[in-house]
Nanobody, 119 residues
């Protein structure tokens, strides 16, 4: 069974940085796009950044220039480097991956990691 496990969340002061990691485990034949989403209290889940298997990236306008997504295909891991954090970045961050495994391809989610930015 495929699992995504996030780490790296926490409490940080405004202007600070955090690096999130998300590692996929299980029987994985291939991984296509991987991404980070976030959900703040009372708001819908939104895309933060996405990266294809070839390394092409895209990010929400609100984080461009501050957040960088990257991946290590050999380790089935995706990262999110977050700089210049502000209170509006406070949310639960979820990683997502399109994975081909036993039985076919599917969309997988991590359990979420809390990021809290104090002003």
């Amino acid at each position: 069974q495929v699992q995504l496990v996030e780490s790296g969340g926490g409490l940080v002061q405004a202007g600070g940085s955090l690096r999130l990691s998300c590692a996929a485990s299980g029987i994985i034949f291939s991984m296509n796009a991987m991404g980070w989403y976030r959900q703040a209290p009372g708001k819908q889940r939104e895309l933060v950044a996405i990266i294809t298997s070839g390394g092409r990236t895209n990010a929400a306008d609100s984080v461009k220039g501050r957040f960088t997504i990257s991946r290590d295909n050999a380790k089935n891991t995706v990262f999110l480097q977050m700089n210049s954090l502000n209170s509006e970045d406070t949310a639960v961050y979820y990683c997502n991956a399109q994975i081909r495994t036993v039985g076919g391809s599917g969309d997988y989610w991590g359990q979420g990691t809390q990021v809290t930015v104090s002003s």
